[in-house]
């Protein structure tokens, strides 16, 4: 057995499980067989004492027959309508095999503003951590039926992760329809190398994912590799899997040589950095130079206006914002301490000018060091 696979799940205590669309559904709907074994299995893991989040897709693959609509639908009306149809079939294919197990499983339905939004964030979790006290296992989709594209989440496989943050899960389980990662298309490329162990979501690694997508869900291999890096930002492995094979979490939690695990940062964040890191949507970008990303990446630093080049985008005291080097590669997620407009006006002059160039001060820095997250580990990197 693998000695990193054998240390993670040798801790395993609180799982998100992620199934996909494709696992669960076919060109006809929901594949009620497939759903009842994932929910036997699930149940068979909550008595080993091991706590399940399930983040489950397949509401509008189960809808959208009843409206008619061939493949994945169009608009976000179509979505919703048919979401609104599939989401309690999905729930009662779940409820009667939890039922027949003497298990309670509960609907959580979340669209990105409930994360994004502070409060609303902490309440979604003290919820999750009550049912799962309460020994109910809690699932959740995106809320689809009143989603708009300015919120949503736009696949299963980020809500994932935000949720295994969330939840200060110790694994991300991505239940797919391929056995995990290749370094190519298997489906076309005869050569394409599967890769058991990935220490790190590199630009390299996920350029090997493609922009495929299936035709039932919105996600991709690419959507499952950001997943794994946001959660990784985390301090929480992904594993990805085969989520049609038969017996695979079973085989998961026991050490089997499965699926492609991804490898989690060496510390966790703290919960507020997780939050911004992961919950938050940025809205616009602070370019700085050579010097100010030295200082935030290298000492530490906060992002002082001295530093800024430029800005781009709109965005108001309190948002998050990308932090980019000079040509506008990220490097950093941060709350901004001013707007957009103030921050162009700012830009580039010292501290002590501030008051006297807007009126006021809300404080020297533009972006605090303790409301910054780093998104990747060297100037290096970044200058790559």
């Not at 009843?66 to 149809?85: C, D, F, M, N, V």
């Not at 939690?253 to 492609?260: F, I, L, R, Y």
């Not at 700012?346 to 605090?368: S, T, W």
Request: proline share 3%; hydrophobic share 40%; charged share 25%.
């Amino acid at each position: 057995m693998n000695t990193v696979r054998k240390d993670i799940l040798r801790q395993l205590k609180r799982v998100v499980i992620k199934v996909g669309s494709g696992v669960i559904s076919t060109a006809e709907g929901l594949d009620a067989v497939m759903v009842a074994q994932l929910a036997d299995d699930i149940c068979d893991l909550c008595e080993r004492g091991i706590e399940v989040v399930l983040v489950s897709s397949g509401a509008v693959a189960a809808g959208r027959n009843s409206l008619g609509i061939e493949g994945r639908p169009k608009t976000i009306p179509q979505k919703q309508a048919a979401a609104a149809i599939g989401q309690p079939r999905i729930m009662r294919a779940y409820k009667g095999v939890f039922e027949r197990r003497k298990r309670v499983a509960a609907q959580v339905l979340l669209t990105r503003d409930d994360l994004s939004n502070r409060r609303r964030y902490l309440n979604a979790h003290n919820t999750l951590e009550t049912l799962l006290e309460y020994g109910v296992t809690p699932i959740v989709n995106e809320n689809d039926t009143v989603v708009v594209e300015e919120i949503r989440f736009g696949d299963n496989d980020n809500l994932s992760a935000q949720v295994a943050s969330l939840m200060e899960a110790d694994l991300l389980l991505i239940l797919s329809d391929v056995d995990g990662f290749y370094d190519g298309d298997p489906s076309c490329d005869k050569d394409a190398k599967f890769l058991p162990l990935i220490e790190r979501v590199t630009p390299e690694v996920m350029a090997m994912a493609g922009s495929s997508r299936g035709t039932l869900g919105t996600g991709g291999m690419q959507t499952k590799l950001q997943a794994a890096q946001k959660a990784g930002l985390a301090g929480i492995p992904t594993l990805i899997v085969n989520g049609r094979a038969p017996g695979i979490l079973r085989r998961v939690v026991e050490g089997q040589e499965v699926g492609s695990l991804f490898l989690a940062s060496t510390s966790k964040l703290k919960a507020r950095k997780r939050w911004i890191a992961l919950s938050l949507q940025p809205g616009g970008k602070i370019l700085l130079d050579e010097g100010a990303v030295r200082a935030v990446v290298d000492s530490g630093k906060s992002l002082l206006p001295t530093g800024i080049v430029a800005v781009e985008g709109e965005f108001e005291r309190g948002d998050a914002v990308h932090i980019c080097d000079r040509n506008g590669a990220p490097f950093a997620i941060g709350v901004a301490n001013y707007n957009d407009v103030e921050l162009g006006q700012i830009k580039g002059h010292r501290c002590a000018e501030i008051e006297q160039i807007l009126g006021y001060q809300y404080r020297d820095e533009a972006v605090y060091r303790n409301d910054l997250v780093l998104i990747c580990d060297t100037v290096e990197e970044i200058d790559a």
